[in-house]
Nanobody, 124 residues
Protein backbone atom coordinates (compact mmCIF):
# COMPACT_ATOMS: atom_id res chain seq x y z
CA UNK A 1 0.00 0.00 0.00
CA UNK A 2 1.21 3.48 -0.92
CA UNK A 3 -0.05 6.78 0.42
CA UNK A 4 0.69 10.00 -1.46
CA UNK A 5 0.37 13.56 -0.18
CA UNK A 6 0.86 16.62 -2.36
CA UNK A 7 1.94 19.96 -0.98
CA UNK A 8 3.00 23.38 -2.18
CA UNK A 9 -0.08 24.64 -4.01
CA UNK A 10 -0.88 28.34 -3.70
CA UNK A 11 -2.09 31.42 -5.52
CA UNK A 12 0.47 32.73 -8.00
CA UNK A 13 0.81 35.56 -10.49
CA UNK A 14 1.31 34.81 -14.18
CA UNK A 15 4.96 34.29 -15.01
CA UNK A 16 5.84 33.03 -11.55
CA UNK A 17 7.51 29.79 -10.51
CA UNK A 18 6.29 27.20 -8.03
CA UNK A 19 7.39 23.73 -6.98
CA UNK A 20 4.93 21.09 -5.84
CA UNK A 21 6.04 18.14 -3.73
CA UNK A 22 4.65 14.64 -3.44
CA UNK A 23 5.57 12.62 -0.37
CA UNK A 24 5.08 8.85 -0.54
CA UNK A 25 4.77 6.52 2.40
CA UNK A 26 3.96 2.86 2.99
CA UNK A 27 6.77 1.55 0.83
CA UNK A 28 9.56 2.82 -1.37
CA UNK A 29 8.54 4.24 -4.73
CA UNK A 30 12.07 4.30 -6.11
CA UNK A 31 11.21 1.63 -8.69
CA UNK A 32 7.85 3.16 -9.56
CA UNK A 33 6.91 5.47 -12.37
CA UNK A 34 5.45 8.65 -10.91
CA UNK A 35 2.99 10.92 -12.64
CA UNK A 36 1.52 14.36 -12.23
CA UNK A 37 -2.01 15.12 -13.42
CA UNK A 38 -4.25 18.14 -13.10
CA UNK A 39 -7.95 18.88 -13.18
CA UNK A 40 -9.41 22.31 -13.85
CA UNK A 41 -13.00 23.19 -12.89
CA UNK A 42 -15.44 21.54 -15.26
CA UNK A 43 -12.63 19.66 -17.03
CA UNK A 44 -11.39 16.09 -17.13
CA UNK A 45 -8.29 15.08 -15.22
CA UNK A 46 -5.40 15.27 -17.69
CA UNK A 47 -1.77 14.25 -17.89
CA UNK A 48 0.90 16.78 -16.97
CA UNK A 49 4.11 14.76 -16.80
CA UNK A 50 5.74 11.59 -15.55
CA UNK A 51 9.12 10.16 -14.62
CA UNK A 52 10.27 6.58 -15.13
CA UNK A 53 11.20 4.36 -12.21
CA UNK A 54 14.24 2.99 -14.03
CA UNK A 55 15.79 5.34 -16.58
CA UNK A 56 14.53 8.49 -14.89
CA UNK A 57 13.34 9.81 -18.24
CA UNK A 58 10.62 12.43 -18.02
CA UNK A 59 7.65 12.99 -20.31
CA UNK A 60 5.37 16.00 -20.53
CA UNK A 61 2.17 17.11 -22.13
CA UNK A 62 2.68 19.69 -24.85
CA UNK A 63 0.84 22.28 -22.79
CA UNK A 64 3.65 22.35 -20.20
CA UNK A 65 6.66 21.13 -22.16
CA UNK A 66 9.58 23.49 -21.70
CA UNK A 67 8.01 25.09 -18.62
CA UNK A 68 7.60 22.20 -16.15
CA UNK A 69 10.20 19.72 -14.90
CA UNK A 70 9.97 16.60 -12.74
CA UNK A 71 12.60 15.38 -10.31
CA UNK A 72 12.71 12.79 -7.56
CA UNK A 73 14.61 12.17 -4.35
CA UNK A 74 14.45 8.44 -3.71
CA UNK A 75 16.17 8.76 -0.32
CA UNK A 76 13.22 10.89 0.82
CA UNK A 77 10.62 8.98 -1.21
CA UNK A 78 9.54 12.26 -2.80
CA UNK A 79 8.79 13.56 -6.26
CA UNK A 80 8.66 17.20 -7.33
CA UNK A 81 6.98 19.18 -10.06
CA UNK A 82 8.71 22.48 -10.78
CA UNK A 83 6.51 24.90 -12.69
CA UNK A 84 7.96 27.95 -14.40
CA UNK A 85 6.35 30.74 -16.42
CA UNK A 86 2.95 29.98 -14.98
CA UNK A 87 -0.12 30.86 -17.01
CA UNK A 88 -3.75 31.31 -15.96
CA UNK A 89 -4.47 28.13 -17.93
CA UNK A 90 -2.35 26.22 -15.40
CA UNK A 91 -4.98 26.81 -12.71
CA UNK A 92 -6.11 23.39 -11.48
CA UNK A 93 -5.94 20.86 -8.71
CA UNK A 94 -2.67 18.98 -9.16
CA UNK A 95 -2.44 15.29 -8.30
CA UNK A 96 0.55 13.00 -7.99
CA UNK A 97 0.23 9.31 -8.76
CA UNK A 98 2.33 6.15 -8.54
CA UNK A 99 2.34 2.97 -10.62
CA UNK A 100 3.19 -0.60 -9.71
CA UNK A 101 5.45 -0.46 -12.76
CA UNK A 102 8.65 1.25 -13.78
CA UNK A 103 7.08 2.42 -17.05
CA UNK A 104 5.76 5.93 -17.43
CA UNK A 105 2.28 6.39 -18.82
CA UNK A 106 0.11 9.38 -19.76
CA UNK A 107 -3.05 7.46 -18.83
CA UNK A 108 -4.56 8.09 -15.41
CA UNK A 109 -6.15 4.64 -15.48
CA UNK A 110 -2.73 2.98 -15.41
CA UNK A 111 -1.73 4.48 -12.06
CA UNK A 112 -2.45 2.60 -8.86
CA UNK A 113 -2.12 5.20 -6.11
CA UNK A 114 -3.25 8.81 -5.92
CA UNK A 115 -2.88 11.78 -3.65
CA UNK A 116 -5.72 14.09 -2.67
CA UNK A 117 -4.49 17.00 -4.76
CA UNK A 118 -3.23 20.51 -4.12
CA UNK A 119 -4.75 23.66 -5.58
CA UNK A 120 -2.71 25.92 -7.83
CA UNK A 121 -4.34 29.18 -8.85
CA UNK A 122 -2.72 31.53 -11.35
CA UNK A 123 -4.42 34.90 -11.44
CA UNK A 124 -5.33 36.46 -14.75
Amino acid sequence: QVQLVESGGRVMEPGGSLTLACTASGRSCSDSAMGWFRQAPGKERVFVGSISGTSGNSYFDDSVKGRFTISRDNAKNMVYLKMDKLKPEDTAVYFCAARDSWRSSPLASEYDYWGQGTQVTVSS
